[in-house]
């Protein structure tokens, strides 16, 4: 970029109709500035933040609770059986990711199918 590009450019700038909001630059205190600043023992919330938090962990809680009901009904449904190889792997965190990654791969070529963008092979 040339002395005369960056003139033309300056002053198209200095022209905006944004110039006088924008061209003063402004730091402002950043969250970990502000969390930084506060008092070692100001870690208690105080108002409806600190209910907020109460519930939000009390909700966490009982969740874990319900389900460990749920699982404790369970058992005691199928009284007390163990569950079948089939139920286990259909139920394990490593068959729910591959599930979900063949899903995902199927509708992308489904959907590069319908629009032809398909790949094309060599």
Do not use: C, N, W
Not at 61 to 88: F, H, W
């Amino acid at each position: 970029m040339g002395p005369v590009d960056g003139e033309v450019l300056e002053r198209a700038v200095r022209e905006s109709p944004l110039h006088e909001r924008y061209a003063q630059a402004v730091d402002r205190e950043s969250a970990f500035e502000k969390l930084a600043a506060r008092p070692a023992g100001h870690g208690a919330k105080t108002g409806r933040e600190g209910k907020k938090g109460e519930e939000a962990r009390g909700k966490t809680e009982g969740t874990k609770a319900e389900t460990e009901e749920a699982k404790e009904a369970k058992e005691a449904k199928g009284g007390g059986k163990e569950r079948s190889v089939v139920e286990q792997v259909v139920d394990s965190g490593v068959f729910r990711s591959l599930a979900r990654s063949v899903g995902t791969q199927l509708g992308r070529e489904i959907t590069r199918s319908l629009f032809g963008t398909a790949r094309r092979r060599r």
